[in-house]
């Protein structure tokens, strides 16, 4: 049944005469006491939308649109973005056997949200949030569906695994 649901939403979010902003100010009524949730989403979002390995001009506008409506600024949405694609480098980096490149510790900064002149203090601090925000069984209690477990586990991987670079480049 909830198969189903999913299809019709998905053949329903397709048309033309989709009404996006609507449906995303319901969304954000919904969770407004939530913006983990909110911003869990709006991940997804930038995670579908590089599917093919890149973001057109059209799907950088939905983005842009998705989180106005969310309440999401257009710096935080670039921060994500941003993140993103470092998230993904480092992914790929991992599954090749890369070994600790410069460009991979850059990657892992900015997977953290931090720069590399940032203190010792200022590194454990982005990464405990991180892992606040993300860590699946944390996110569970609160309510997030089983179908979105395997997202928050493979970023608290890529957050745990870029902390422990930057660890290891700073021993």
């Known amino acids: 049944m909830q198969k189903?649901?999913?299809?019709?939403?998905?053949?329903?979010?397709?048309?033309?005469?989709?009404?996006?902003?609507e449906q995303l100010a319901e969304f954000k009524s919904a969770y407004r006491t939530r913006p983990d949730l909110l911003l869990m989403f709006l991940?997804?979002?930038?995670?579908?939308a590089y599917v093919d390995l890149n973001l057109?001009?059209?799907?950088?506008?939905i983005l842009t649109q998705v989180a106005s409506a969310l309440g999401?600024?257009?710096s935080q949405l670039e921060q994500m973005i941003s993140r993103y694609e470092a998230e993904a480098r480092f992914a790929k980096s991992s599954q090749n056997g890369a070994t600790d490149t410069i460009d991979r510790l850059a990657d892992?900064?900015?997977i953290l949200g931090i720069s590399a002149e940032s203190s010792e203090a200022t590194v454990k601090k982005a990464y405990k949030k991180l892992m606040a925000q993300h860590h699946p069984d944390k996110l569970?209690?609160?309510?997030?569906?089983?179908e979105l477990m395997d997202v928050a586990k493979q970023k608290t991987q890529d957050i745990q695994a870029a902390y422990e670079l930057i660890r290891k480049q700073r021993a």
Do not use: N
Request: glycine fraction near 4%.
């Open 4 to 21: 189903q649901e999913a299809q019709a939403a998905f053949r329903h979010g397709k048309q033309a005469d989709f009404p996006l902003l």
């Open 43 to 48: 991940e997804i979002q930038i995670s579908t």
């Open 56 to 61: 057109s001009s059209a799907e950088q506008r």
């Open 72 to 74: 999401i600024s257009a």
């Open 108 to 110: 892992a900064y900015k």
């Open 140 to 146: 569970m209690s609160q309510g997030l569906p089983l």
